[in-house]
């Protein structure tokens, strides 16, 4: 056997290793070959839940800057050569009576029955590019939810994965949504205060579809957690509501 066909016969045998490998470890390895797929789903993930403005919303996010807020309003101001002020008028949100406690923890949401802790970060736009970069933080508090506490809707968005799929950046934060049942906790955490909520339902529904149209919590304070389904694909997409309860 001369060295061209020693070679061939190499080639052969490292592609049946190749492939015997990833037939033998496809439930370990496939994530790799999603990742394509992951990418894509910002595609339309991206809709407006919420119905309040989230210009009126502008004292509540905390990673908002207010004096960056007012210098840009006086701003305004000097070139318009106008001395009424530029911020919009809030609507009358009606508030909630609910107990909270104080946590060490600071702008989170945990969720015990599926093992998940994950930062919230409150986007200041919704445009998908800006998302895309908070979603790789953590969890992302819709802008225009209201605050735990006020009669209205809180819209908390995360990735779902492929089962196997790396705990790189918070890609999959959200993936097992689909094993709450109604009455199990979540925790949200914000300004060190603690928000408890529990599960009251768990829905599929169709890509684009408004998730006001199914809040059963009329006069309360709704938590939508929201994520593509099945996890890694874009064809639908699973949202878990929950209501904000005493402790």
Same mark, same amino acid.
């Given at each position: 056997?001369?060295?061209?066909?020693?070679?061939?016969?190499?080639?052969?045998?490292?592609?049946?290793?190749?492939?015997?490998?990833?037939?033998?470890?496809?439930?370990?390895?496939?994530?790799?070959?999603?990742?394509?797929?992951?990418?894509?789903?910002?595609?339309?993930?991206?809709?407006?839940?919420?119905?309040?403005?989230?210009?009126?919303?502008?004292?509540?996010?905390?990673?908002?800057?207010?004096?960056?807020?007012?210098?840009?309003?006086?701003?305004?101001?000097?070139?318009?050569?106008?001395?009424?002020?530029?911020?919009?008028?809030?609507?009358? /949100?009606?508030? =909630?009576?609910? @107990?909270?406690?104080?946590?060490?923890?600071?702008? !989170?949401?945990? #969720?015990?029955? +599926? %093992?998940?802790?994950?930062?919230?970060?409150?986007?200041?736009?919704?445009?998908?590019?800006?998302?895309?970069?908070?979603?790789?933080?953590?969890?992302?508090?819709?802008?225009?939810?209201?605050?735990?506490?006020?009669?209205?809707?809180?819209?908390?968005?995360?990735?779902?994965?492929?089962?196997?799929?790396?705990?790189?950046?918070?890609?999959?934060?959200?993936?097992?949504?689909?094993?709450?049942?109604?009455?199990?906790?979540?925790?949200?955490?914000?300004?060190?205060?603690?928000? /408890?909520?529990? =599960?009251?339902? @768990?829905?599929?529904?169709?890509?684009?579809?408004? !998730?006001?149209? #199914?809040?059963? +919590? %009329?006069?309360?304070?709704?938590?939508?957690?929201?994520?593509?389904?099945?996890?890694?694909?874009?064809?639908?997409?699973?949202?878990?509501?929950?209501?904000?309860?005493?402790?």
């Amino acid at each position: 056997m001369d060295n061209k066909e020693k070679l061939k016969l190499i080639k052969i045998l490292i592609a049946i290793y190749i492939a015997s490998f990833l037939i033998i470890n496809w439930n370990d390895v496939s994530w790799v070959f999603n990742y394509q797929a992951m990418s894509g789903l910002v595609s339309d993930f991206f809709n407006p839940y919420p119905t309040t403005d989230a210009s009126f919303m502008v004292n509540f996010y905390p990673n908002h800057s207010q004096d960056t807020f007012v210098a840009q309003e006086e701003d305004q101001v000097i070139q318009d050569q106008v001395i009424t002020p530029t911020t919009p008028t809030p609507a009358p /949100v009606k508030e =909630v009576v609910v @107990k909270y406690t104080y946590t060490d923890n600071e702008n !989170t949401i945990e #969720i015990p029955k +599926i %093992k998940i802790t994950a930062p919230i970060i409150f986007s200041q736009s919704t445009e998908k590019q800006s998302m895309l970069k908070d979603l790789d933080k953590g969890v992302v508090y819709y802008p225009g939810s209201v605050y735990p506490g006020q009669v209205g809707q809180i819209v908390i968005l995360g990735h779902s994965a492929p089962p196997n799929w790396p705990h790189i950046k918070h890609d999959w934060v959200f993936s097992e949504l689909n094993s709450l049942s109604v009455g199990d906790i979540i925790n949200i955490d914000i300004n060190h205060k603690r928000y /408890v909520y529990k =599960v009251k339902q @768990k829905t599929i529904i169709q890509k684009g579809q408004d !998730t006001s149209s #199914i809040v059963t +919590i %009329k006069d309360g304070n709704s938590l939508m957690l929201v994520s593509c389904w099945p996890p890694g694909k874009n064809y639908l997409r699973i949202a878990v509501e929950a209501e904000l309860v005493s402790q």
